[in-house]
């Protein structure tokens, strides 16, 4: 719902990216500086054409012109270059499986994601965050960017595999799980990486074949065992095609590579973004604290919690509008269209930038600050805030990561301070996600309470926060 004071937006216009370098493009800049380059798209149109390479690719951020490429599936493929490159990483599954394939791939997956599952999700989410902090002392310094991957893998792993890996395999998934995302995104800009021997391509290489040997192995011992442990690789062993078919083990590594991904990598940036923003903004901080403290009384945070935290859901909100998983979302023509006037000939690449979205001006005051309080003011077009795409193809583990961030968010939020090392800003690492990249963090604990007495919870109760994300 827009506020009162929304401007509309004006019609949409195209334009060119200048200061393309020869035979690379702008390739330097997305590969060092994304994010800078990105924002210096606004000013040159809704729809602007990028050079990647020999490629060119069209950004579009005009919010009716993101809309229509993400519904539009007769014009706009999950196909093209940039496809081909994460299908070589995550396999042909929900998530990047051509239009043609989704509807019944997400069938497949869908019973993964049912909410009668959820309260059994969130237990896991919240046993994970007490045995990562349970590690934490006073004093220390961690990368929140490594810890909240190390954290959200290990969800990720535990609801999928409730019978359970061995520490030592689960740690190998996740290493190799971590050079791939942050590879992957280097050939799909630049795909030329993979015909220039070096150390780098030889690390992508072993690690692809680690996590493919791992999941083989899992998904044998699974079959071998023959036993419904009620978790999502039983789920997706136990379907059956129209004709009575069951997934071969090479859909089922796709389907799981997705199923990590989709809970490990886009909620762990999420987090690791919350933390550092609020430790950037102490009143926003202070605002948290005070709602953990009234609605928690120094208890442990559960999913029945999460409908009375409504300014930690706005906190995960505006972080999820500042740096949403899915910034960049790719399509490929597939007849000839126009965008903003500038006509596309089929096989021209379309990159919605919902990064670029939800930083427009017009539709979010003052933009580009982190202002939780956005969201309960009314401030905020809900119809522009696309953090998990749009239409028939969006996420569908959309509520599973925001219901992990916000229980994470709570639990680390309620009994610990985190001070960033530096005052540096965190650079941004490339990766399919928006990657704050490495940043340290001194750890304090505090004692949930102490400064809350009398302090009632910001608009606690009000509504059902969760469960509208």
């Known amino acids: ?17 200048p200061g393309a370098w020869p035979l ?12 800078s380059f990105l924002d210096s798209l606004p000013g040159h149109g809704d729809v602007v054409r990028v050079r990647m390479g020999p490629r060119t690719a069209h950004v579009v951020s005009h919010p009716a012109l993101v809309r229509r490429v993400l519904t539009d599936r007769r014009s706009f493929d999950r196909s093209g270059v940039l496809y081909e490159k994460v299908r070589a990483l995550l396999g042909n599954g929900l998530a990047t499986c051509p239009n043609a394939e989704h509807r019944d791939q997400r069938r497949t997956l869908q019973p993964a994601f049912h909410h009668s599952l959820m309260d059994r999700y969130a237990a896991v989410m919240t046993a994970e965050t007490q045995a990562l902090t349970a590690r934490w002392r006073p ?6 960017t490594e810890e909240a991957f190390r954290l959200t893998t290990a969800v990720a792993v535990r609801t999928l595999f409730s019978a359970g890996i061995t520490a030592q395999a689960a740690e190998e998934l996740r290493e190799a799980l971590e050079v791939l ?11 030329v990486v993979d015909r220039v021997p070096s150390p780098a391509r030889r690390r992508y290489r072993r690690a692809l074949a680690r996590w493919r040997t791992g999941v083989a192995a899992i998904v044998a011992a699974y079959r071998a065992a023959g036993v419904d442990h009620g978790d999502a690789l039983s789920l997706l062993l136990a379907v059956r095609d129209e004709h009575g078919r069951a997934l ?7 389907q799981v590579a997705t199923l990590v991904l989709a809970g490990a990598e886009t909620t762990s940036s999420v987090l690791a973004w919350a933390l550092r923003l609020l430790a950037d903004h102490p009143e926003a901080a202070g605002r948290l604290h005070r709602e953990l403290d009234a609605v928690l009384a120094g208890g442990p945070v559960t999913a029945a919690d999460l409908p009375r935290l409504p300014y930690t859901a706005d906190v995960v909100r505006e972080v999820l509008r500042l740096y949403p998983p899915a910034w960049a979302i790719t399509r490929t023509t597939t007849r000839e269209t126009e965008l903003a ?8 690449t379309v990159i919605c930038c919902l990064y670029l979205l939800h930083r427009r001006r017009e539709l979010f005051p003052d933009a580009a600050r982190f202002d939780p309080d956005r969201w309960a003011a009314g401030e905020a077009p809900r119809d522009a805030w696309l953090p998990f795409g749009l239409g028939a193809t969006k996420c569908v583990g959309d509520v599973f990561g925001t219901v992990e961030a916000g229980l994470a968010l709570a639990a680390i939020a309620s009994r610990w301070h985190l001070t960033p090392v530096s005052p540096r800003p965190p650079r941004p690492v490339p990766r399919i996600v928006l990657s704050p990249g490495p940043q340290s963090m001194r750890l304090a604990g505090r004692v949930p309470g102490v400064g809350a007495a009398g302090v009632a919870p910001h608009r606690a109760g009000d509504r059902g926060a969760f469960t509208e994300l």
Do not use: C, F, I, K
Request: glycine content about 14%; overall charge negative.
């Open 1 to 17: 719902m827009n506020g009162p004071e929304q401007e509309t937006p004006p019609a949409p216009r195209h334009g060119r990216a």
């Open 248 to 254: 071969s083990d090479a859909e089922l590594g796709d």
């Open 341 to 348: 006037g500038l006509p596309l000939a089929p096989g021209s």
């Open 139 to 144: 004093g220390a310094v961690v990368d929140v």
């Open 24 to 35: 690379l493009g702008h390739l330097p800049y997305l590969a060092t500086r994304p994010l």
């Open 181 to 191: 995302l942050r590879g992957v995104y280097t050939r799909v800009v630049a795909p």
